[in-house]
């Protein structure tokens, strides 16, 4: 029985060391899957984190590349920074006479420039770009030189618009690279409007002549596919081939990624954003103190005690260090004063851009200054005295 009992021991102890290999290799592989990225298929790649604009991939990301209708990123964004977005008007019977992909726009229809963006974004409409530059502008080349202009404040050095749908077949004067591309959804989505519209997988809206309602689609099918994705902007042409521009929110972090020429987009922005957020992880910014005393004008103390929050963002592995913390706070006080009362703020600033800011506020509370009774003179006090004998 002993030695049936220690060979079964054995036995056991040989499967515990096989399982324990099998494991070590599994998680071996597992963690190679989970922290290095390899064949991403595009031509032009990349991947950042929206709040520091930190690269943490590419692949030939700053080669200059067609990026077929990811060019109505900028089309959109100058029409949403436009008054009246609601205002309704006709559509130029000329702009909508263009190929491709459309929002179903004809001649006489009555539009407003919001939902001209929603054809842009949504199923790609070439007509809705066309007649959102005519509106704006007046005509398509003069919009594309506003494109242009923009591209160059945003520092876009190696972007040139030809057209605002970005239909390219006949130029090879319309490209940019996946870094441009990046910085260009980086600045769109910091416009509310934007950031909504590009978000949606369909929307409900209502245009023609007369108007009525109908639906559009979004083509962006990642919105589905992967968890987490809010936009922005797909796009293809016979030159250009798929291009995908997307973002991504996890745990308070906001990634973006670009593919150019790119056959197999929707796989590829699921494994790069699955890598990237592999290098993030919550960290707390550098801030030399939380408490301050600011001078108290009129109280019972001369100085009050304030204090701000700490902050923690999704960062980057180790880019904490690199945020610089500025303190912008009043010189005092007038009292009485109360608690939770805000003085000023700090801000957190990543290669000189604001990136999160907290209020400083008092953490007590200080009462004012009981006046002191004035005095009486002597002639007062007679005055005071006679008026009571005559009373």
């Not at 922290?35 to 990301?61: F, R």
């Not at 591309?181 to 809206?205: H, P, Q, T, V, W």
Request: charged share 25%.
């Amino acid at each position: 029985m002993d030695e049936n009992y220690n060979k079964g021991v054995s036995e056991l102890r040989f499967v515990s060391f096989v399982s324990a290999l099998i494991i070590a290799f599994l998680s071996f592989a597992f963690k190679a899957d989970a922290y290095e990225l390899s064949g991403v298929s595009a031509k032009g790649a990349i991947l950042i984190d929206a709040a520091t604009g930190e690269v943490l991939y590419e692949k030939n990301g700053y080669e200059k590349l067609p990026m077929a209708s990811t060019t109505k990123i900028m089309s959109a964004l100058l029409a949403l920074e436009q008054g009246d977005l609601d205002e309704k008007f006709v559509v130029d019977k000329d702009a909508i006479k263009v190929e491709g992909s459309s929002m179903g726009l004809q001649e006489g229809d009555i539009v407003t420039m919001r939902t001209l963006v929603y054809g842009m974004l949504l199923p790609s409409g070439n007509d809705a770009a066309n007649c959102a530059a005519v509106r704006i502008s007046g005509s398509v080349e003069a919009f594309v030189q506003l494109m242009n202009e923009r591209a160059a404040e945003m520092g876009l050095t190696s972007t040139h618009f030809v057209t605002p749908s970005g239909l390219d077949d006949y130029t090879d004067e319309h490209y940019s690279t996946a870094y441009d591309m990046a910085s260009l959804a980086r600045e769109a989505l910091k416009n509310e409007d934007f950031r909504e519209i590009c978000g949606k997988k369909n929307a409900k809206l209502e245009f023609g002549n007369p108007p009525y309602e109908r639906w559009l689609t979004n083509s962006n099918k990642l919105l589905a596919m992967c968890d987490g994705v809010i936009g922005v902007k797909t796009g293809f042409t016979d030159k250009a081939r798929r291009c995908l521009v997307s973002a991504c929110e996890r745990d308070g972090a906001t990634l973006i990624c670009v593919t150019l020429n790119d056959p197999d987009d929707w796989i590829d922005h699921t494994r790069m954003f699955d890598y990237g957020f592999s290098l993030m992880s919550k960290q707390e910014l550098p801030l030399e103190t939380d408490t301050f005393e600011i001078g108290a004008v009129g109280g019972t103390a001369d100085t009050i005690l304030c204090k701000t929050d700490k902050v923690r963002l999704t960062l980057p592995d180790g880019k904490a260090e690199n945020v610089t913390c500025k303190i912008f706070i009043q010189p005092f006080i007038y009292c009485p004063a109360a608690e939770n009362v805000q003085v000023g703020r700090a801000e957190y600033y990543y290669n000189g851009e604001l990136i999160a800011q907290k209020p400083v506020y008092t953490a007590q509370s200080v009462g004012g200054k009981t006046a002191e009774p004035k005095k009486r003179g002597f002639l007062q006090s007679c005055i005071e005295k006679a008026k009571i004998l005559f009373e």
